[in-house]
């Protein structure tokens, strides 16, 4: 059996590669371990023999001979090939010299530490516990799911809780998933009010209005209002809006229990079809481009607003602390 996987993941990309599946582990040849981490074979025939001179791993339990179809001239020739399992692909990418295998070993560092901290990560169960993407990948899934709808967390971090838990190919500081992050929050915000964030934040950020336009902000509803406050499109949203929204997040979570109860893997792609599929079918708006506004626009006009409504918010603070000194003092 044979499943095209996420080995490990960089800042930039997920590397993916297409294993064999067999006797609940990974397998590949000398030559595709050689492609994963980007060296020739004659470096990994070496590496492989010193980690079996060094009785690191036992040939008998990590080596497996399979039958595989090449083409030789014009001809697919069937082949008896060793193929090497996981926990020999891990111990040669913590030998192999080149840029990919340091990626790789990052990587499994920060795997081994969150393992470590967390008590739990979610593709190191995956690969220990039967086929990848097999009925406990999907058990764990939808126990996770379950734990973000249940939790105390703001909208956006269970927003965030259900893409990280539930796309397969998530990498939480990656450009590509701040991106895919930012389109859905814009999707939602554009289907709720009609506008993009950016948009939300640079039409209703007014020195002029009570609080400046904020609905809610970091120390609402006494506190004050802190420059970080402003550039927050949610913090702008009244309160129909803000249902409409918690309802959103709701049916997300709706949607990736139900994916999930299926046995289907999403990707962030696929997230995001999904997403205009499932406001097409409520009737909502769908985000046509990007919007009129850029987020720094935005964030430009949040700030200069803010600067001068700061001047009036610590007079006005000012004199309730007086006024509030002075009944003590009756």
Same mark, same amino acid.
């Given at each position: 059996?044979?499943?095209?996987?996420?080995?490990?993941?960089?800042?930039?990309?997920? &590397?993916? !590669?297409? *294993?064999? =599946?067999?006797?609940? $582990?990974?397998?590949?040849? %000398?030559?595709? +371990?050689?492609?994963?981490?980007?060296?020739?074979?004659?470096?990994?025939?070496?590496?492989?023999?010193?980690?079996?001179?060094?009785?690191?791993?036992?040939?008998?339990?990590?080596?497996?001979?399979?039958?595989?179809?090449?083409?030789?001239?014009?001809?697919?020739?069937?082949?008896?090939?060793?193929?090497?399992?996981?926990? &020999?692909? !891990?111990? *040669?990418? =913590?030998?192999?010299? $080149?840029?990919?295998?340091? %990626?790789?070993? +990052?990587?499994?560092?920060?795997?081994?530490?969150?393992?470590?901290?967390?008590?739990?990560?979610?593709?190191?169960?995956?690969?220990?516990?039967?086929?990848?993407?097999?009925?406990?990948?999907?058990?764990?899934?939808?126990?996770?799911?379950?734990?973000?709808?249940?939790?105390?967390?703001?909208?956006?971090?269970?927003?965030?809780?259900?893409?990280?838990?539930?796309?397969?190919?998530? $990498?939480?500081?990656?450009?590509?998933?701040?991106?895919?992050?930012?389109?859905?929050?814009?999707?939602?915000?554009?289907?709720?009010?009609?506008?993009?964030?950016?948009?939300?934040?640079?039409?209703?950020?007014?020195?002029?209005?009570?609080?400046?336009?904020?609905?809610?902000?970091?120390?609402?509803?006494?506190?004050?209002?802190?420059?970080?406050?402003?550039?927050?499109?949610?913090?702008?949203?009244?309160?129909?809006?803000?249902?409409?929204?918690?309802?959103?997040?709701?049916?997300?979570?709706?949607?990736?229990?139900?994916?999930?109860?299926?046995?289907?893997?999403?990707?962030?792609?696929?997230?995001?079809?999904?997403?205009?599929?499932?406001?097409?079918?409520?009737?909502?708006?769908?985000?046509?481009?990007?919007?009129?506004?850029?987020?720094?626009?935005?964030?430009?006009?949040?700030?200069?607003?803010?600067?001068?409504?700061?001047?009036?918010?610590?007079?006005?603070?000012?004199?309730?602390?007086?006024?509030?000194?002075?009944?003590?003092?009756?």
């Amino acid at each position: 059996m044979q499943n095209n996987i996420v080995f490990y993941q960089t800042e930039k990309q997920n &590397v993916t !590669i297409n *294993v064999t =599946y067999l006797n609940e $582990s990974f397998w590949l040849s %000398q030559k595709m +371990i050689a492609q994963l981490f980007n060296v020739e074979v004659p470096a990994i025939s070496k590496h492989l023999t010193n980690i079996y001179i060094e009785n690191e791993l036992q040939k008998e339990a990590t080596i497996s001979i399979l039958e595989t179809v090449q083409l030789e001239g014009k001809r697919n020739v069937k082949r008896n090939v060793e193929f090497y399992n996981l926990d &020999v692909i !891990i111990a *040669v990418g =913590y030998r192999v010299n $080149s840029k990919e295998a340091t %990626q790789f070993r +990052i990587w499994a560092t920060q795997t081994l530490k969150e393992f470590i901290i967390k008590g739990f990560v979610l593709n190191d169960e995956m690969l220990k516990n039967g086929k990848p993407f097999g009925k406990d990948y999907f058990d764990e899934l939808l126990e996770r799911i379950r734990e973000i709808r249940s939790s105390e967390r703001r909208l956006y971090q269970k927003l965030g809780d259900i893409f990280e838990q539930c796309s397969a190919d998530y $990498s939480k500081n990656s450009e590509e998933t701040k991106l895919f992050f930012k389109m859905v929050q814009n999707k939602l915000h554009f289907a709720i009010s009609g506008r993009t964030a950016a948009e939300i934040i640079f039409e209703r950020a007014d020195k002029s209005k009570d609080f400046m336009g904020l609905s809610t902000w970091k120390n609402a509803p006494s506190g004050k209002i802190l420059k970080s406050d402003v550039s927050i499109a949610k913090n702008y949203l009244n309160e129909n809006e803000i249902g409409d929204l918690n309802l959103l997040v709701s049916a997300f979570l709706d949607l990736a229990e139900f994916q999930a109860r299926r046995n289907q893997i999403m990707n962030m792609k696929d997230w995001l079809e999904r997403t205009n599929k499932f406001l097409e079918s409520n009737s909502l708006d769908i985000l046509p481009n990007a919007g009129k506004i850029s987020h720094e626009q935005a964030i430009d006009k949040a700030h200069a607003e803010f600067e001068e409504f700061r001047i009036l918010q610590d007079k006005n603070y000012i004199s309730d602390l007086d006024e509030s000194i002075k009944k003590i003092k009756k």
